[in-house]
């Protein structure tokens, strides 16, 4: 029997969604976990850096956009304008719930007993936010690093240019587990990013909007390096960034170093980073 082009072209298009919802359903959607997201909720401290104030941003916004992407768990990090100010974090933290986790911002002098109370309410880790003018001598991170660690249980996340962290690799790499921001922001930075993955830090596939290199060249070689050094994350809302997040950066970092070692950066890598059960984290 003869089939008219109508009937052709309705059974063809039924045979591609056909296909693709085999495939949706061969292939279970990602499960993401975001280990650098910001929330910015103006009814908490804001301090303008660098002239800069960022617009509210909250929790339900930020819900809003990664839900979609399959974000199940993940670490809202402080922000240079967020300073010292922990107040958002302990209001956020407990609506997140289970599987998401806290990095903060502290001063050098900052006492143990209250480094052990934001432990207890879900902080992970201390952040040296020097690319947006925090001023502190490596001998200082060093020392709070170290204390930190040693009270907490946290590792610590710096925000810098790696080219700028050369001088001092031999210090960093002994400190205790440390992890970088947006792929070390710089192409100049590679060759001390992999000799810092090299011993043994985490780096951020984050921001990809904002930094200044081969993004598809620098997770190759990260990855290549350790498949167990790059954790994901979406840097939403992505403030001063030129582009912000988008969501074929998800699809950029699998087709780059393909599924397995994706699925290490996206599930595997943060959580270990983070202290976070899988059971917990969904």
Known sequence: MMLNRREWLGGAAALVAGAALDRACAQPARKLFDSHCHIIDHRFPIVPNQGYTPPNF??????????????????????????????????TLPKLGTGWVGVTQIPNDHPD???????????????????????????????LSRRAHAVA????????????????????????????DHLGMTEEGLPVLLDLVEAGWKVKATGFGRVKMDVPKVLEAVAKKSPNALVFGTDIPSTRAQRPFLAS??????????????QKAFWDNPLALYRVKATVAG
């Open 58 to 91: 909250t929790l339900a916004d930020y819900l809003a956009q990664v839900k979609p992407l399959g974000v199940v768990a993940g670490a809202v990090v402080s922000g240079s304008f967020q300073a010292n100010d922990q107040t958002y974090l302990i209001d």
């Open 113 to 143: 007993a209250e480094i052990a109370k934001l432990g207890a309410i879900g902080i992970r880790a201390v952040r040296f936010n020097v690319f947006r003018g925090r001023i502190d001598s490596v001998d200082e991170i060093a020392a």
């Open 153 to 180: 249980g946290w590792h610590s996340e710096i925000y810098a240019d790696a080219a700028a962290l050369r001088p001092h690799v031999a210090t960093l790499s002994k400190l205790p587990q440390f992890c970088i």
């Open 249 to 262: 950066d998800i699809d950029l970092i699998e087709k780059v170093i393909g599924r397995e070692l994706a």
